[in-house]
């Protein structure tokens, strides 16, 4: 009887020690699966920071907010600072903003250039083709259907721009028209994400992006206060300084303007209210041309 109680103690120890060396490895085994799979989840989540995400609930703030002074127009920044001391100073700062708060909508209307000879080896070489031109007169013909109060035509001064300007001009009798280097086409900021079949070198980013945001600068910006009515600014220019300026206006990443299309002849609208918010109306729109006329390279 003794040594049958002895058997069964040391099975039962032998059981324990299996047992616990069992639930010992698969202790080491679950922490071992728990610390990959919080090392991967870091990991992605590290590499992916910069993503955007959809929005899961309609109460949320955005990651940029808008920048009501982007135009450095807005009415407090043009007013000289003052101590006040009283409440008349009070009441003058603020007959001060009231004088320089704008009251008309600027409405600036982007024309690309009709397709043009690209082979051309200079740009007086780059003239518009025969469909450049077609392009360029349906172009004109739908400014002139909307029957805007246009306030000026600007060209840009390369050739095909200047002709796509003179073209339209013919069906827009008695409105000024003037030229501007500052728009003429190129490299404004390096793209993201960058493309293979166009590299510019970093000194044509350099000089050719100053001149652009000038342009910009010159450009876009709401009503002086001096400015009783709506205006309608046409400005014929490039694929990518439109698609540059379309970027900034809306503070949007300006080196997102290389994933914008733009098609020749097309229109883009752009509003830019009292208050400074910009409204993005059209963005190459082409439906004034008809489907086997339509180009973009």
């Given amino acids: 009887m003794l040594q049958r109680l002895q058997l069964y103690s040391h099975k039962l120890q032998f059981y324990y020690i299996f047992s616990m060396a069992t639930f010992t490895k698969f202790q ?14 870091y990991y992605i989540n590290s590499i992916n920071k910069d993503r955007v995400h959809n929005s899961w609930t309609t109460d949320f703030k955005p990651s940029t907010k808008w920048d009501d002074n982007w135009d450095f ?20 700062i603020n007959e001060q903003l009231e004088l320089m708060k704008s009251t008309a ?14 082979e051309g080896k200079s740009d007086e070489q780059r003239i518009l083709t025969k469909l450049g031109r077609n392009q360029a007169e349906y172009a004109g013909k739908r400014l002139k259907e909307l029957d805007f109060p246009y ?3 600007i060209k840009s001064t390369m050739s095909r721009a200047q002709e796509t300007g003179t073209i339209i001009a013919k069906f827009l009798p008695n409105i000024p028209v003037t030229e501007c280097n500052l728009i003429r086409e190129g490299a404004p900021i390096p793209p993201e994400p960058p493309v293979g079949h166009w590299k510019p070198g970093v000194h044509q980013f350099y000089e050719d992006g100053a001149r652009i945001e000038a342009a910009f600068r010159k450009y876009f910006h ?41 098609n020749h002849a097309s229109l883009t609208w752009i509003s830019i209210t009292p208050s400074g918010r910009v409204i993005l109306r059209t963005l190459g729109d082409s439906g004034h041309m008809p489907a086997n006329i339509i180009t973009s390279q």
Avoid: M
């Avoid at 080491?28 to 799979?37: C, D, E, H, M, Q």
């Avoid at 909508?105 to 690209?118: F, S």
């Avoid at 300084?241 to 990443?253: E, G, K, M, S």
């Fill in 151 to 153: 306030t000026d035509i």
């Fill in 105 to 118: 909508t600027r409405h600036i209307i982007l024309i690309r250039h009709g397709q043009y000879h690209i």
């Fill in 222 to 262: 709401r009503a002086d206060p001096s400015q009783e009515k709506d205006s309608y600014t046409l400005l014929v220019c490039h694929a990518n300084v439109i698609r540059y300026f379309v970027c900034r206006a809306l503070q949007f990443p300006p080196e997102a303007w290389l994933r914008l299309s733009l």
């Fill in 73 to 92: 127009r807005a009415p407090p920044s043009l007013i000289h600072p003052r101590k006040l001391n009283s409440e008349k100073d009070e009441n003058v």
């Fill in 28 to 41: 080491k085994l679950l922490v071992s699966a728990s610390t990959i799979g919080g090392a991967t989840f």
